[in-house]
């Protein structure tokens, strides 16, 4: 698969560090056990072949669909908001100049060269890549941040060459090797600059969003780049003491005006996963502009989070403690939430990445 052109980044001071619970969550409330072999290690084929537990908010009912089935759930007016982002053939193989191996993982694009990264191997401060370009290309490492973070110069812009040099990253609970790249992708990715995919995407085929369509569903995409910080989890004992990651996204004019329109004539707008949904909010968030909003995204929404924007949610099953089990239990509340996760355990759902899906209405 050819590599999308990056989406442009530049840092935005709109967006601040907001807290919203009045009260105090702990990390406890969102632990559960999970069996080893309730890990998703593939994806089922087709994508919409996957398990749905739907969720009914008001009455808490609980019900057991395939994802196809979404088709005849969501309703004629109804607006689905998903995330476009493109995962990066991040991973990039090389070696140090004394000859021995080294590993540059791209995070973040700062500018046309400079990115931040995590760096394998020991005491690196240069990484070559041979057999790219007719001469030498290089990425040196230039400043150190907290950690394995670092900031890593290349000797030319990177992207021409991630399809040679570059493999897709997968998250660290997948063991099992990836045969077809495309099944970490979403069939509309189009904006490169993840470094993992928006995964309640992935269970949407070309067929399924053509029949929502013809079924007067509207389709909108908003862009918000993945980092690894997805899978960092809560290590205070309190949800909010916990410094949330932050995320360049942007929603368009067009998405804007596509949501103000649903909203005007009673529709409900669906957030295609956690980062779509947290798009959408930090629009909100904004007073929600007409021009729409582009921007670094430091939004932290746990329970007590009052929601402007999204009326129903779709999502996989996700790590416990973790940020995004804090915004699913704020969307349909925790102990709603702890209870449909008991369920999916129960019913042998397939959990994360390549794992099955809840709507919550």
């Known amino acids: ?16 560090p907001v807290r919203y619970n009045p009260g105090t969550v702990q990390t406890s409330e969102l632990a559960y056990d999970l069996p080893s072999d309730l890990i998703a290690q593939t994806p089922v084929e087709p994508r919409d072949s996957s398990r749905l537990m739907v969720i009914d908010r008001p009455t808490g009912q609980i019900s057991h669909r395939q994802f196809l089935d979404i088709a005849q759930l969501l309703r004629p007016g109804d607006l689905l908001v998903a995330n476009d982002t493109s995962v990066l053939n991040a991973r990039l193989a090389g070696h140090k100049p004394s000859g021995g191996k080294a590993e540059v993982l791209l995070l973040r694009k700062l500018n046309p060269t400079d990115w931040e990264c995590l760096v394998g191997g020991r005491r ?8 790219v370009t007719d001469h030498p290309f290089t990425a040196d490492v230039i400043e150190r941040r907290d950690g394995p973070t670092c900031i890593v110069r290349f000797s030319e812009p990177v ?50 969003l053509s029949e929502l369509q013809s079924n007067g569903v509207g389709v909108a995409f908003v862009t918000l780049h993945v980092g690894l910080d997805t899978f ?24 804007a005006l596509a949501i103000r329109e649903t909203h005007a004539r009673g529709g409900r707008i669906i957030a295609v996963g956690t980062t779509s949904l947290r798009v959408l909010e930090t629009w909100g968030e ?31 099953f996700h790590l416990p ?26 019913q042998r759902y397939r ?3 390549f794992g099955d899906a809840m709507l919550i209405a």
């Open 351 to 353: 959990f994360y990445s």
């Open 232 to 255: 960092k989890p809560i290590d205070e004992a309190e949800v909010e003491a916990h410094q949330i990651h932050t995320e360049w996204c942007e929603i368009t004019p067009q998405t």
């Open 1 to 16: 698969m050819a590599e999308p052109s990056i989406a442009p980044f530049r840092e935005s001071t709109q967006s601040k």
């Open 159 to 208: 992207e021409p060459y991630l399809s040679a040099i570059g493999e897709m990253p997968l998250p660290p609970y997948i063991h099992e090797k990836l045969r077809d790249p495309s099944r970490y992708q979403t069939v509309y990715a189009r904006m490169a600059g993840s470094a993992a995919a928006p995964t309640a995407g992935l269970h949407f085929t070309s067929r399924l």
């Open 286 to 316: 904004q007073g929600q502009p007409e021009a729409g909003w582009s921007g670094f995204t430091h939004i932290y929404i746990t329970p007590g989070f009052q929601f402007k924007v999204c009326d129903a949610l779709i999502t996989n």
């Open 321 to 346: 403690r973790s940020t995004l089990l804090a915004l699913v239990g704020a969307f349909m509340g925790l102990e709603p939430m702890q209870r449909a996760y008991a369920e999916a355990i129960r």
């Open 124 to 131: 690196v401060e240069q990484v070559l890549f041979d057999g």
